[in-house]
């Protein structure tokens, strides 16, 4: 380490500043002693104002390795906002997080950050990046400014996406009771081995795409795309859905709205499990500069090829409110509520949640940690079963997303989750114990 470290300072930063024409300034220097940082990062901004940018770029690398805190900072920040003028946006971003990994307090470096996810298209990132900033204090002054650039806060991207790939070890994976027979009003009905809970080791593809084209000044029309699937060994417990929802975008003031309608499919086991229409609205609305609220409504028509009797509407609503507590900690709570129709009422139910996530960041990686409740009730007991479906579901969950490890815009990611369903009906019972490790995107 030492070596490589007197290496770069005795002979290649040395050959740089030949380079970039800083001949008189080697003259300067005493024989045998090497540019100190605090010159080359000198070297480096008037290679920048030069116009030398890659002659830049190559210093500012170069002391991103140094041993001391404030120049690799430096270094960092100043080849940050030249990649940002070159709109090479994702690696800016990598920059700026290695920095507030170790900064975290540092506003400016933040409210860079905030205007290059906007650029990128990551406006909800951008948005949360400019209430950590306001979290950790600014000046009345900077303040200011913030207010307006939160206020102009535009999507700015014409398209994009994200992914995600995992393996998942899964101790249910289809969330299956236990129980080898289950109580009906005829006799005790014993369960083949595929209605009882499974494990296995499955594989998670998930992704999204957008794009949005501009009608006017605060108006775009936004279309997205979603899909998911879980594969395993044995095809019949393969889960794969996709939707997509088309509608405008407004602006109006600070606020963000946009109703949509869309289509969406899903199949298990290989036949068409169900197939939706769909209409919702979702509202942004800040609360001023650490918090904001998004609301939730949608209305879906559903249909269910392998049991007709589920056939009917779904109705739901949700409320999250997400609050900036410090530079590296945050957290958000959910209340939601839906009521599903069927043409047996049996099938038709009406449940309540409440959802708690926090996150903090730990320098290189981001941990989380949720925990969510829901309570289901049926309008009637299923034919077959002695009891109304009464169900009480718990589900807590961590996990920790490795930033400076990201490679090609993915983050290595591990997460772990238990969930315990308790029911009156014995088939709905059940607990589960998944983890997921794999790659998301790191933005």
Do not use: C
């Not at 001023?288 to 739901?316: C, E, F, K, V, W």
């Not at 989380?368 to 002695?386: E, I, K, M, N, Q």
């Amino acid at each position: 380490m030492w070596r490589a470290r007197l290496l770069i300072r005795h002979l290649i930063l040395p050959i740089l500043a030949l380079i970039l024409g800083e001949a008189a300034a080697r003259s300067a220097t005493p024989p045998g002693e090497a540019l100190s940082p605090a010159d080359l990062l000198m070297l480096g901004e008037r290679a920048r104002s030069g116009g030398r940018t890659n002659d830049a770029e190559l210093i500012y690398r170069a002391l991103i390795s140094d041993h001391d805190p404030e120049i690799r900072a430096e270094a960092r920040f100043r080849l940050g906002m030249i990649l940002a003028e070159q709109r090479r946006y994702r690696d800016a971003a990598s920059l700026f997080r290695a920095l507030l990994d170790e900064k975290p307090t540092a506003s400016r470096v933040r409210l860079e950050l905030a205007w290059v996810l906007a650029q990128m298209g990551e406006e909800e990132l951008a948005r949360r990046q400019l209430r950590q900033a306001q979290a950790a204090g600014l000046p009345p002054d900077v303040a200011i400014v913030v207010g307006r650039f939160s206020n102009a806060l535009r999507s700015m991207r014409p398209f994009g996406g994200s992914a995600e790939i995992a393996l998942i070890p899964d101790s249910n994976i289809n969330r299956a009771t236990r129980a080898a027979t289950l109580d009906t009003v005829i006799a005790p009905l014993t369960l083949d081995k595929d209605a009882r809970a499974r494990s296995g080791l499955g594989l998670k593809i998930g992704g999204e795409a957008y794009g949005r084209l501009p009608l006017a000044q605060d108006t775009a029309l936004l279309v997205r795309g979603f899909g998911s699937g879980l594969f395993y060994g044995r095809g019949r417990f393969n889960d794969v859905s996709g939707s997509i929802l088309i509608g405008p975008e407004l602006r109006l003031g600070d606020d963000r709205v946009r109703p949509a309608g869309g289509l969406g499919w899903r199949s298990y086991g290989g036949l068409t499990y169900a197939r939706t229409s769909s209409a919702a609205f979702n509202w942004l609305h800040p609360i001023g500069h650490r918090s904001q609220i998004i609301t939730d409504l949608s209305a879906t028509r559903a249909t269910y090829p392998q049991n007709r009797l589920q056939d009917g509407s779904s109705y739901d609503a949700s409320a999250s409110i997400e609050h900036g507590f410090r530079p590296r900690i945050g957290g958000s709570f959910t209340l939601s509520a839906n009521r599903q129709t069927a043409r047996d009422p049996g099938y038709a139910t009406a449940s309540v949640a409440g959802g708690l996530l926090l996150w903090h960041d730990l320098g290189p990686a981001t941990l989380y940690v949720s925990a969510t409740y829901r309570h289901l009730g049926s309008d009637a007991r299923l034919f077959l079963y002695p009891k109304t479906r009464t169900d009480n579901f718990v589900r807590v969950g961590s996990g920790i997303s490795w930033r400076r490890l990201s490679l090609l815009g993915l983050a290595p990611i591990l997460r772990i989750a238990y969930e315990r369903n308790q029911s009156t009906v014995g088939i709905y019972d059940y607990r589960r114990v998944a983890v997921d490790v794999g790659v998301v995107s790191a933005f």
